[in-house]
């Protein structure tokens, strides 16, 4: 069973631009950095986005 605030809000922050196009919640215990292909709408096109550290 998970423990109370095992989760965490992070924002995933493309490579190319820097700028923050989404957010998502990820197990603070077991999950390593994410890298995922996302769409980037300032670049019109699909980039690799890379999990930053927690939103306040």
Known sequence: ???KWSRIVV???CSE???TN???MVNK???PKLKL???CPR???HTLH???DKLK
């Open 43 to 45: 670049l019109r096109k």
């Open 11 to 13: 924002a995933l922050v």
């Open 29 to 31: 215990v077991n999950t």
């Open 37 to 39: 292909m996302k769409y």
């Open 17 to 19: 631009t820097g700028a």
């Open 1 to 3: 069973m998970a423990k």
């Open 22 to 24: 989404y957010h998502t």
């Open 50 to 52: 890379v999990s930053k």
